[in-house]
């Protein structure tokens, strides 16, 4: 844990506004990979099909993330976010690798890291360890015939997330960044875990919280 970054960053943030990469998945989409370069050797014989795990590609084709980061960075990102936005064991259970949280968001911010650091003696570059919303809501069922079940609970998020934030931290994030956001109640999920990891390591990191708001009466994706 390098926190002399995180004090760069803040004194940076001081003198002028610094700009955050684009889309992962679209930039990937381009490379047109298939089922192996999802799969890789390591899961050849994986019971379901991996195309489209965006995330388990820092495992199997890291070369290909990499050099997504370092064509953000060549287009003159300060921040890059880690290949992690489907990184929790809710998101991965639907390929049933949940118990690969951890090691994806480490692989990833190792990545991104090692993609910031190749320009570090022209410019400085952080990484924003990528928290996303998961593929579950926990204040609302999507069922309207079972309005009163809810398919994922706080505590089951804050347990993923805090494996998601350690993974990414150890991996070399500078940042945290809660995004997208389509339930207030699995970001404050997110923020919970966030700082209870804060508070074991007795460091905090800077934080980025992002919420797309749909209509002018303020609501979000999800209409909260």
Not at 66 to 94: M, P, R, W
Not at 115 to 134: C, I, M, Y
Not at 136 to 157: C, I, M, Q, Y
Request: proline share 3%; hydrophobic share 40%.
């Amino acid at each position: 844990m390098d926190t002399s970054r995180v004090d760069q960053f803040k004194q940076l943030l001081g003198k002028r506004i610094l700009t955050l990469d684009g889309a992962m998945g679209s930039l990937i989409q381009e490379y047109k990979l298939k089922e192996e370069d999802f799969g890789g050797e390591r899961f050849k014989d994986h019971p379901v099909e991996l195309k489209g795990n965006n995330e388990l590609l820092s495992l199997n084709r890291p070369d290909v993330i990499k050099n997504i980061h370092l064509a953000y960075i060549d287009a003159g990102c300060d921040i890059i976010e880690t290949n992690t936005f489907n990184a929790t064991s809710v998101s991965q259970a639907e390929y049933q690798l949940s118990d690969l949280v951890y090691e994806i968001n480490y692989e990833s911010a190792k990545i991104a890291r090692e993609a910031a650091d190749s320009v570090a003696s022209q410019r400085q570059v952080f990484v924003a360890g990528s928290l996303g919303p998961t593929s579950k809501t926990a204040s609302f069922n999507p069922d309207v015939n079972h309005p009163g079940d809810r398919p994922v609970t706080f505590d089951e998020l804050v347990e993923t997330y805090l494996i998601a934030v350690e993974g990414l931290i150890s991996g070399g994030a500078d940042i945290l960044l809660v995004e997208t956001i389509t339930d207030t109640l699995n970001a404050k999920a997110a923020i919970f875990a966030i700082h209870e990891y804060f508070l074991q390591v007795g460091i905090e990191y800077p934080v980025i919280i992002s919420m797309t708001v749909t209509d002018e009466g303020g609501g979000n994706i999800s209409g909260q």
